[in-house]
């Protein structure tokens, strides 16, 4: 039998036998007592930051947490649960404790790019505009193995860095998927429905996807990758999708002066007035960058619900300009306000922390973006848009995607024992960093501060190896 892209991967990245191995010594936290998958005691945290029901961040401390299969079965103060019988206990107490928060939701990323880092060094000081002609060169010279492989790389340093829940915009459904199975990451899969790289790409495309995929680890999107670039027919076909199966949409959206120019020549209108005219303008809806809009736009989009990923890295780094920020959160659009990380063509670390830090400092010249707003767009806000009400918070009945960070860590201490928010002030303000340990849906995938599920240092290898390959064949 033929080994598929994916067996191929497993194979090749499978982490050491020791990876898994849970200590017994005093350095754990990890204690197995019987079957892995079953139900864990999340022991005496003495933070656990989350938001409740009307998104009021809570920051409830001493707490335990009970995880059965995939989800959260109970969140109590530690002395409150008596029972014994667990299959494995992590003790999130001791040598100064844990500081639990929901896995972070990145709501726009493009995984398979992860191979092309390096590949632009944007030295020259390129917009947005020159840096996009540039891509399809590259992006052509890229094998199915190749985008898998960069998702893997991409997705697993997302996952170091706190992320559990992705939104991928890219033309290849095949790799995401891969590499959605091979890391156990969620993953919203949106799929261009046409596209210069990958001609095949069309509505009837995305059908084929979804009758071939009917159990898929990821969820199928559709996506743009700007609006003007389609044709009417096009965006019809995009409507009666979305309606028919019940999918999500993505567009990249008034990313540049010229894309609004664009759409206006073409369609002889603004772009929310074209996500209207194909009955677009909703909450299945989610835009990117979306910097020049008129403020009439803004309005419209907030009272539609229509998802935005904020992305104030690449938006600096391509020069785009600067997103209205205070203009939504006036328009009571911060429910819809999320974040992303972008390709790492775009931003090179793959974190959402660094990106809320960066929220703060861009919009600080009018008002402050308090810690609170910050940690919802990185958690319910992405998962109201994403349309996944059972992720993002940490409360009963929620699936279990958790990440642990050590307190007794730089960046953490010292903080106000009395005030635990200038915690979040103080993980959010100190840039990114790495877990401890990050559960998705119940299991760990970081344990120790290793990947599980991968070998990184042989996943590190391929992607050199990978890289040049590539490199090769895009000079010739
Ligand atoms: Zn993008």
């Known amino acids: 039998m033929k080994e598929t892209v994916l067996q191929k991967l497993q194979s090749e990245l499978a982490p050491q036998a020791d990876a898994k191995i849970d200590y017994e010594g005093e350095h ?22 989350t938001c409740d029901q009307n998104d009021k961040t809570q920051i409830l401390t001493g707490h335990s947490l009970v995880i059965e299969g995939d989800a959260i079965k109970a969140v109590a103060p530690a002395g409150q649960i008596q029972e014994q019988n667990f299959d494995a206990i992590y003790d999130a107490g001791k040598r100064g404790g844990i500081v639990i928060t929901p896995g972070f939701i990145n709501t726009h990323t493009h995984p398979p790019m992860y191979l092309m880092r390096s590949a632009m060094m944007l030295d020259e000081g390129e917009g947005v505009d020159e840096t996009i002609a540039a891509m399809p060169r590259w992006e052509q010279a890229m094998s199915e193995t190749d985008m898998a492989l960069g ?40 799929v261009s429905v046409m596209s210069n790289v990958s001609p095949a790409n069309s509505p009837a495309l995305i059908e084929k996807i979804i009758s071939e995929h009917t159990a898929s680890h990821s969820r199928l999107a559709i996506a743009l990758h ?5 044709t009417p027919e096009i965006l019809t076909a995009v409507n009666a999708l979305v309606n028919k199966y019940d999918l999500l949409f993505t567009c990249h959206f008034a990313e540049s002066e010229q894309v609004a120019k664009n759409c206006e020549e073409k369609f002889g209108m603004r772009e929310t007035a074209v996500l209207k005219k194909f009955n677009l303008l909703n909450d299945r809806t989610l835009i990117s960058h979306v910097i020049y809009v008129r403020d009439e736009e803004v ?44 390709s790492v063509i775009s931003k090179s670390r793959l974190d959402l922390l660094s990106e809320a830090y960066q929220t703060r400092i861009t919009h600080l010249y009018d008002r402050t973006v308090k810690f609170s707003s910050l940690f919802k767009m990185m958690t319910v806000n992405g998962a109201r848009i994403l349309h996944l009400p059972d992720r993002g918070r940490i409360a009963p009945g929620c699936k279990a995607d958790l990440v642990f960070w050590k307190l007794r860590d730089r960046g953490f201490i010292p903080y106000d024992a009395d005030e635990p928010m200038t915690l979040l002030g103080n993980i959010i303000t100190h840039g990114g960093r790495m877990v401890r340990d990050l559960m998705i849906n119940g299991r760990f995938v970081i344990k120790n501060r290793r ?21 090769q064949r895009v000079k010739k």
């Open 28 to 49: 754990s936290r990890h204690q197995v007592k019987g079957n892995r998958t079953g139900r864990i005691l999340i022991h005496n945290a003495p933070f656990i930051f």
């Open 299 to 342: 309005k419209t989009l907030a009272a539609t619900g229509v998802g935005i990923a904020h992305l104030p890295t690449s938006n600096v780094i391509h020069k785009s300009g600067v997103f209205p920020f205070w203009k939504f959160y006036d328009a009571n659009g911060l429910p819809y306000l999320s974040l992303g990380t972008d």
């Open 151 to 190: 998702a893997i790389g991409d997705i697993t340093e997302q996952q170091k860095h706190g992320i559990t829940t992705t939104l991928s915009h890219y033309h290849a459904f095949a790799p995401l998927e891969q590499a959605s199975r091979l890391t156990e990451q969620n993953l919203i899969n949106a």
């Open 451 to 471: 990947h599980q599920l991968v070998d990184e240092s042989k996943l590190l290898q391929q992607l050199q190896e990978h890289h040049l390959a590539m490199r």
């Open 226 to 230: 700007y609006l003007y670039k389609a």
